[in-house]
Structure formats: C-alpha cells, structure tokens
C-alpha cells in the first residue's frame, strides 16, 4: 500500500528532526523544510498528502502568510494542513473554529504544539480520510 | 485627519454657532433698543443684515459639511479661507450695523474686540494681527467718513444728547486708546492659545508614544511565550523519541530516567502555558467587551474538547437554553474560561464516565454549569480550588500534570466580568461547576 505524504514545515531544527523519526515509524513517507519559501519551493517537487504547518517562524504571520499562497494555488489549495502552534490558547475559540470551517479550502486544523504527538496524529487521520 | 488639524473644522463649527447666537443678540438688541427704550433706529438696514447673517450661517454651515464628507486633500486650506472669509464679513457686516445705529455713538462697537478675541483664537498669529488691522481699518474708515460728511450719520435719537461723531478730540483719544486695546488684546490671546496648544501637541506625543512602547512590550511578552515554548517542545519532542523507542530499545534504567524527565516536562509545559497566560493578562491592555453569542461559543469549544473526551470514551451532554444567547464581555476571556471548566471535567473524569454542559437563561443574567462525575473535591477544599497555584489533595496523588493555575485566572475574569463562579462536589462523585454571567454592561 503507498505510503501517505506529508510535509513538515517548521523552524524549530530539532522539533523537526523529531517529529520526522515519529511519523516515520507511523509510516508516513516525510519531508520537511524549514521555513515557508524552502516549503514552497519543496512542494515543486513532493506532492503531499499533508501539510504540518509551524505558524510562528521568522515572523509572526509566515504560517498563515504561507496558508494565504497554498489558498491562491489551485492545485495547492487541496491539500490538507494542519497549523501548529505554541500559542493556540491566545488564538481565540473563534478565528480556530473560523479556520476550521468544514468548508473551508484548504481544510485546516489547529493543533496546540506540544511534544507529545497524540494530538498531532489524531488530526492526520482525521484529515487524510 | 491629524487631531490639530480636526481642531480647525470644529473652530469653524464654532464659528457658525457664535454667529447664530449674535443674530439673535442683534435682534432683541434692536427690539429692546427700538420699542421699549425708543430710540430712532432705521429698520431696513437691520433686517437685510439680519437676512445675510442667516443666509451666510447656513451656506457656511452646508459647505463644511460638504467638505467633511468629500475627503478632499486640499479641504483644511479650504476650511481655513473659509474661517477667514467668514471673519471678515462679519467685521464688515458689524461696521455696516454701527454706522446705522449711531456709528461710534453706539457702545456697542466695543463688540469689535470680541471678535478679536475669537479671531485671535481660531486663526494663526498672522491672520489675527491682519484681521484685527482690517477691522481698524473698517472702523475708522466708518468713523471719519462720518466726521467728514461724505457719508450720512445715522443717530441713536434718544439714546445719547451730545454729537460725539463729530468731535475730534474724543475722536482721536477714543481712537487711539481703541487701537491700543486691539493689538493688546490680539497679542494676549495668541500667548495663551499658543501655550495652549504646546500642552496639546505634548501630550499627544507623549500618549503616542506610550501606546508604541505598549506595543513593543506586548510582541516581547508574546516572543519570549513563544520562544520559552518552543524550547520546551522541542525538548519533549526529544525525549519522546527516545521514550517511545523509535531509535531502538532502551535498558530498564534508561527508560527509568527517560520516563522522568517525561513527566517534568509535561508538567513544565503546563505550567509555563498557564503562568504566561496569567502574566499576559495582567500586562495586556483590556481587550474590547462587545456583545456576543455565548451559545455560538460553548458550541465551538465542545467541538474542540470532543477529542480528548473521546480518547477516554467520555461522551459529553448538552443542554443549551434557545434563550440563550448575547451576552456582554471580552469575548476571548470569557472563552477560556468556558474552556477550562470543561476540559477540567474531562481531566478529572475517569474513563466512560459522563459530562453534562448546561446553559439557562437567568432574565438578565445566563447560568452555565458543567457537570462531571469524576474525583469530585473535598468538601473543606470547595473554596480554596480557586487560590492560585492550589491543587486539591486527592487530585495531587492522582493526576500529576496540573498546575492549580486555571481556576484562578478563570476567577479573576468572572469577577472582572461582575458574574461569579463556585463549585458544589461531592468526593468521589464529581463535581458542578457554576458561573452565572451578566447579559448586558
């Protein structure tokens, strides 16, 4: 059976290598890449089924700046993503279930990033459904 | 607009509600002056003065509005000749009035000085002295015309027995006293309303800076959460790797000490999370209270929480009142309160155990209750669940991840909401966590 692919996208070095070996042993077949324009410029090439996506990285806004240029791609939009983010509790309960619209393209979740990734893999599986 | 440059277009409001209250003024003076005190006064001239005062008001009036709406670049120069056109004419229109009504006879040509003033206030230093000059101007031109008979003096008959018109010893004195008094007053005026408007444009800056530096503290608070976080993560993240044998097995010790570093860094993770935010809040400015819909709000977060329920096979109950829906506050805070209360009912259920949300309509207030059947608290530990940093004694043995800090700050924003929030639980049983909030300020 073809393996599921996803992108990671993530400024955080070791988080990345972690999270790789993770969902490696799950497995997904993962690439990453550390910021959104190397992220762009790998999606010339790897077609995922997946994007996990950092929100917070060199600036505040590069995850959803990111989210913003997959939106405008048609081929793009569909992927699934899912934003990670250290500051879920300061994104309000409704700009999250705004993003999280059933309807929404692409569709999106939000996840709290923490260490522990049961949270994270329950979201794969929701979305690659 | 910049705010100095607002303060013209409201001078200029000004001016126009000055103007009515002098049409007014002109006509009970005249009413007082002609029918009840008598004296001789020529109506025609009074009425079309009256008339073009009107007329002048209104257009004046209309047209600023006209540029208000417009947003033209150039509309502060426009508003600017308007106020001094609309100064002019009225220094005109007044020395049209006196020559009618007794010229310098008449005391109140002293009302030259008010205009002045007024003038002084809304105009810069320069249009002030050159107003003020054309109004000396105006008035002596009136003022000798008269004394040289080249045009007709009209006397306030009743009012005043001796012919001051024409004598030119008090004419020259009263004159030159009067110009004297102008300029003085001009000069006076400028000082203060310059003094004046120093303060003004101090303070701005000075509020203009403050809200920047706020600014600047805020994104440093919020990159020092993310930054803290994102080394805890990643160290987590780490330690996962190696406590989940992806790089291969572990010797009991090492998986001893692993385990242990494990547990600390949920635990440290929680707890920043939790003191960040408490921290956040307090140097935060206060963020805007508006209407909005609770009912929407307890919807989303159950959307949410349905996760982490489900991995403990809690299904969760609701009950949300039709009635139920605006009420007034930050809608943020609210929202994390909502959120703590449930997810702490998940926390401290056991497995397949069930929760209830309820939302009821109270009149003016809204009651919501979440209601677990889980560890429940002691009963004489009721009223310290909500101290800072407090964890219940059978909950510290139990469930080690907690930091006792979300039921403090969800206290904290009740209270500064003006609801309150309390508990009833039973050990062992579980608990029912209450919060009744106002609908409206």
Not at chain 1, 4 to 20: E, G, M, P
Not at chain 2, 316 to 345: C, F, H, R, T, W
């Amino acid at each position: 059976m073809n393996k599921s692919k996803i992108l990671v996208i993530d400024d955080d070095v070791d988080l990345l290598a972690s999270t790789k070996l993770f969902l490696e042993s799950k497995n997904y077949e993962v690439n990453t890449a550390i910021n959104a324009k190397i992220g762009l410029s790998v999606l010339k090439t790897f077609h995922p089924d997946l994007i996990i996506l950092d929100i917070m990285m060199d600036t505040n806004l590069e995850g959803y700046n990111f989210l913003n240029d997959l939106k405008s791609d048609d081929i793009l939009k569909k992927i699934p993503v899912i934003m990670n983010t250290s500051m879920a509790k300061s994104i309000g309960v409704n700009m999250r279930s705004a993003i999280e619209d059933v309807d929404s393209i692409p569709k999106t979740r939000f996840i709290d990033k923490s260490g522990d990734w049961e949270e994270l893999l329950i979201a794969i599986k929701e979305l690659l459904q | 607009m910049q705010p100095i440059n607002l303060k013209i277009v409201r001078l200029a409001y000004w001016l126009i509600r000055l103007r009515w209250y002098a049409i007014i003024g002109i006509v009970i003076a005249y009413v007082i002056a002609k029918h009840i005190l008598h004296f001789s006064i020529w109506e025609l001239p009074i009425y079309f003065i009256v008339i073009f005062l009107i007329i002048l008001n209104v257009t004046s009036f209309s047209f600023l509005k006209f540029l208000q709406k417009s947003h033209l670049r150039k509309s502060l120069k426009i508003v600017n000749r308007i106020i001094n056109f609309q100064i002019s004419t009225d220094l005109i229109v007044l020395t049209v009035l006196l020559h009618y009504s007794g010229g310098v006879e008449n005391p109140f040509i002293i009302y030259y000085i008010f205009h002045m003033i007024i003038g002084s206030i809304i105009l810069t230093t320069k249009e002030s002295f050159i107003q003020t000059s054309f109004a000396l101007i105006l008035v002596g031109a009136m003022t000798f015309l008269e004394y040289f008979g080249i045009i007709q003096h009209y006397p306030l008959e009743g009012f005043i027995i001796t012919n001051m018109f024409n004598n030119l010893t008090y004419l020259l004195c009263t004159g030159c006293i009067f110009i004297s008094t102008s300029y003085f007053v001009v000069y006076i005026t400028r000082t203060i309303i310059k003094e004046s408007n120093k303060h003004e444009i101090a303070y701005l800056q000075a509020n203009l800076k403050l809200k920047q530096k706020d600014k600047i503290k805020n994104e440093y608070v919020m990159r020092i959460t993310h930054d803290i976080k994102g080394h805890i993560t990643a160290i987590q993240s780490c330690i996962n790797v190696l406590n989940q044998k992806l790089t291969g097995p572990l010797n009991p010790q090492q998986e001893e000490f692993v385990n242990r570093a494990h547990n600390r860094i949920i635990i440290l993770n929680q707890f920043i999370s939790d003191l960040l935010s408490i921290t956040q809040r307090r140097l935060q400015q206060k963020q805007e209270r508006k209407y909005f819909n609770i009912a929407n709000s307890l919807e989303a977060i159950l959307k949410i929480v349905e996760h982490s329920a489900q991995e403990k096979n809690i299904s969760i109950m609701k009950n949300i009142d039709p009635s139920v829906n605006n009420i007034y506050g930050e809608q943020s805070s609210i929202e994390e309160v909502l959120s703590n209360l449930i997810l702490n009912a998940v926390k401290y259920s056991p497995p397949d155990k069930n929760i209830t949300v309820l939302a009821t309509d109270k009149q003016d207030k809204v009651l919501v209750e979440v209601i677990d059947n889980g560890i429940g608290i002691p009963e004489e530990e009721l009223n310290l669940v909500f101290n800072e940093f407090y964890r219940a004694s059978n909950v510290r043995n139990q469930i080690k991840d907690g930091t006792g800090l979300g039921l403090a700050i969800s206290k904290q924003i009740v209270e500064n909401h003006g609801g309150s929030i309390w508990v009833d639980s039973k050990l062992n049983m579980g608990s029912t966590f209450s919060l009744l909030l106002k609908k409206d300020k």
